[in-house]
C-alpha cells in the first residue's frame, strides 16, 4: 500500500493535482492524506483602542473551521467524480503551521511515499526560482514529487523521458520509481542528454550510461544524444517531437534540473504547462 500527501490550498490547479493523482494510482491501494497548511502569521497580542477596550483576538478554531469545512467538501467531491474506488482511502488533515515544516512532519509520521502537488503552468514555475511552496518541497523535502501543472490531464504514461547529464550515479532505489511506472504503464523510457556543444562521454559517464543500460535492460528504452545551443529548449523539442507524458528527474542532479526548469527565461518555454514531472530522491 502507498501513502499519497496531497497538500491543498483550495485552488483549482491544487484540485487538478488531487485529480491527477487518483487517476495515476487508479489500480494502485493507497492512502491519501490531503493536506491544508492554515499559515502562521504575525498578530498583535491585543488591540487596545484609546478607552482601553481590547479587542478580542480571532481564536483558532474560527481560523481553521473553514478549513475543516473545504477539506470535507474535498471529500465529498472526490467521492462523487471517482466513485468511491474501493482501493483508495482519505484522511485530511489540517495543521497551522510553516508549509515546509507542516509537509516534513508529514511525511515523517505517516511515512510518506509520494507528493503530489500543483503548479501554474510556465509561469508558476519560473516562481519557483524564488521559493514557491512546490519548489521548496522539491529541493528542502526529501521524498519523491509529483508536480503537476494546472492544464495537466492524466493519460496513460506511453512515453517517459529521463534528462540527465551522465555525471552521477544512481542507485536502484533511486530508479525504482522509474520501473514502477514502465511495468504500470507498459510505457518507453527516453534517457536524454543535451549539451550545448558535441563532446565525447568521460569514463564515469560511460560507466554510469552502461548502469542504466543494464538497469532498464527488461524493458523499452532509448538513450539520445543531443546537441542545442540551449539546453532548456532542446529538451523542450525533444519532449514535443516523442509526445511525452511525463518527465522525470533525480533531485541529486539539481544543477542540470535548474537549467532545464529554472532558467531565467522559462516563461518563454510551454511544454512545463501541461506535462508533469515526477522528481526523485535518494
Known amino acids: 500500500m502507498k501513502s499519497i500527501l496531497l497538500p491543498t490550498d483550495f485552488s483549482e490547479n491544487s484540485w487538478n493535482a488531487i485529480a491527477y493523482a487518483l487517476r495515476y494510482f487508479s489500480n494502485t491501494t493507497c492512502t491519501f492524506y490531503l493536506l491544508h497548511v492554515n499559515p502562521i502569521t504575525e498578530v498583535a497580542i491585543t488591540d487596545i483602542d484609546y478607552n482601553y477596550n481590547i479587542e478580542p483576538l480571532i481564536t483558532e478554531e474560527l481560523q481553521t473551521k473553514p478549513a475543516r469545512k473545504k477539506l470535507n467538501g474535498l471529500l465529498k467531491k472526490i ?34 511515499d509520494l507528493i503530489v502537488m500543483g503548479t501554474k503552468g510556465a509561469s508558476g514555475l519560473k516562481k519557483l526560482i524564488i521559493g514557491s511552496n512546490t519548489a521548496d518541497i522539491i529541493t528542502k523535502v526529501k521524498c519523491n514529487t509529483l508536480v503537476v501543472p494546472e492544464n495537466a490531464t492524466f493519460k496513460s504514461l506511453d512515453q517517459i523521458a529521463f534528462p540527465t547529464d551522465l555525471l552521477q550515479f544512481y542507485g536502484i532505489t533511486t530508479l525504482a520509481p522509474i520501473l514502477e511506472n514502465l511495468e504500470h ?98
Open 79 to 112: 467521492a462523487i467524480q471517482f466513485s468511491n474506488n474501493p482501493k483508495h482511502s482519505f484522511f485530511t488533515i489540517n495543521d497551522t503551521d510553516f508549509f515546509i515544516d507542516a509537509v516534513r512532519k508529514q511525511v515523517l509520521e505517516k511515512k510518506i
Open 185 to 282: 504503464f507498459n510505457g518507453t523510457l527516453n534517457i536524454v542528454n543535451i549539451n550545448k556543444k558535441e563532446v565525447n562521454l568521460n569514463k564515469d559517464q560511460e560507466k554510469n550510461k552502461d548502469f542504466l543500460e543494464d538497469y532498464f535492460s527488461t524493458y523499452p528504452h532509448q538513450f539520445h544524444f543531443l546537441t542545442h545551443t540551449k539546453i532548456e529548449n532542446g529538451i523542450n523539442t525533444f519532449v514535443k517531437s516523442k509526445n511525452i507524458d511525463m518527465i522525470v528527474m533525480i533531485a541529486k542532479s539539481l544543477n542540470y534540473f535548474q537549467q532545464l526548469f529554472f532558467h531565467s527565461k522559462i516563461e518563454e518555454i510551454s511544454y512545463q504547462t501541461d506535462i508533469p514531472f515526477l522528481v526523485l530522491h535518494e
